[in-house]
């Protein structure tokens, strides 16, 4: 089950079930079912909060996977900055919601195993989320 819930922000103007199918689909293609997945779309200064409380970083970021998965099933909470999601579509010249949609598979692909933290990682993420994207 995908939920999506706020944390101090309005609820982006995503279509739930069909964002949620499109979730599946990635998944699957990694040979992954999603299991109990909540979004929760907060403030700048909220996912500054969660980083600085659970991750001991003191930075803003778009996105934070905390990672619940057992064996092939995806399990976690992915916390969404919309104020780092928009300053992002700003910066990379791109629409808010193509940013926000490859924010939200993001997360997922970090469920899936894909890291962008090590040397070459990142392209692989953005290929894996371009990839993702084109499903959409």
Not at 50 to 69: A, E, G, S
Not at 71 to 91: P, W
Request: proline fraction near 1%; hydrophobic fraction near 35%.
């Amino acid at each position: 089950m995908v939920s999506y819930q706020t944390d101090g922000v309005e609820m982006p103007a995503i279509k739930k079930s069909k964002t949620t199918e499109w979730i599946k689909a990635v998944a699957a293609t990694y040979e992954k079912r999603v299991g109990e997945i909540a979004y929760i779309f907060c403030s700048d200064e909220k996912i500054l909060e969660v980083n600085r409380q659970y991750l001991q970083h003191d930075y803003y970021t778009d996105i934070i996977t905390f990672d619940y998965c057992e064996g092939n099933r995806l399990s976690g909470d992915l916390f969404i900055s919309l104020d780092t999601v928009r300053t992002n579509a700003e910066q990379f010249g791109s629409d808010y919601e193509t940013e926000l949609h490859r924010v939200i598979i993001h997360g997922i692909l970090h469920l899936c195993g894909i890291n962008d933290k090590g040397p070459g990682e990142r392209e692989i993420m953005e290929e894996a989320e371009n990839k993702a994207l084109a499903m959409r």
